[in-house]
């Protein structure tokens, strides 16, 4: 069974810029959720995704936003990018109605950098 | 808002000996669900060991077990027998219990402890 796939692993941008992050989950798994890893904010909740909804969101800035797909695949996209924007961008899936469903299952990540 | 608070940034332990990480957190909750998690260097996160709040039993997973104290809000994790391989950052993470019936996805993490195992 495929795990949770992250597109790119790595990218460079530059303030101003945009950037778009997508993941494909575990296959069955409707519930996507974003973390954004940084080393002096820790990992922080971004926005959770089931049935093309966002059902719950953390708080950041308008400029991250997200969207799921009917395949469940998730993309987020972060707008005028800031040097403080450069962090680790986990995506997470999980089960839903099973006994199991909140335990999250980490993509790899995609390790973003701000010039 | 629920936080959680891990107050060893780094520790270490000799291979094959036992470590405790320590892990406390606040709610205003009565279910819940805690959770270790592993980040190894340069490698995804993956779960270690899950505990729901409304379970007074410990949770263990082989080498991991978690001592629950519910009224004290604390959540420590102990790897008995250590292995070169459990050398990672360690997070204790807090989810409340959904009212849909599933994941929220919405985990609260500690700053994590990280673990080096010495041969």
């Known amino acids: 069974k495929a795990g949770v796939t992250q597109t790119p692993r790595y990218l460079i941008k530059t303030r101003g810029q945009q950037v778009t992050l997508s993941c494909s989950p575990i296959?069955?798994?409707?519930?996507v959720s974003w973390y954004q890893q940084t080393p002096g904010q820790g990992l922080q909740f971004l926005f959770e995704?089931?049935?093309?909804?966002?059902?719950n969101k953390g708080n950041f800035p308008g400029r991250f936003s997200g969207r799921q797909f009917s395949n469940s695949r998730s993309e987020m996209n972060v707008s005028t990018l800031e040097l403080g924007d450069s962090a680790l961008y986990l995506c997470?899936?999980?089960?839903?109605?099973?006994?199991?469903?909140?335990?999250?299952?980490f993509g790899a990540g995609s390790r973003l950098t701000v010039l | 808002a629920q936080t959680v608070t891990q107050s060893q940034p780094e520790m270490s332990v000799q291979e094959a000996e036992t470590v405790t990480l320590s892990c406390t957190y606040d709610?205003?909750?009565?279910?819940?669900?805690l959770f270790w998690y592993k980040q190894p260097p340069s490698r995804q996160m993956i779960l270690v060991i899950r505990?729901?709040?409304?379970?007074?039993q410990n949770a263990t997973e082989n080498r991991f077990s978690v001592n629950f104290q519910k009224a004290a809000k604390s959540f420590s994790l102990k790897i008995s027998d250590s292995q070169l391989g459990d050398t990672a950052m360690y997070f204790c993470?807090?989810?409340?219990?959904?009212?849909?019936?599933?994941?929220?996805?919405?985990?609260?993490f500690g700053k994590g402890t990280k673990l080096s195992v010495k041969p």
């Open positions: 505990q729901e709040a409304y379970k007074q």
């Open positions: 995704y089931f049935s093309e909804t966002q059902r």
């Open positions: 709610t205003s909750e009565n279910n819940y669900y």
């Open positions: 997470a899936s999980s089960p839903t109605l099973d006994r199991r469903a909140n335990v999250l299952t």
């Open positions: 993470a807090f989810m409340k219990h959904s009212i849909y019936g599933g994941s929220q996805g919405n985990l609260i």
């Open positions: 296959s069955g798994h409707r519930s």
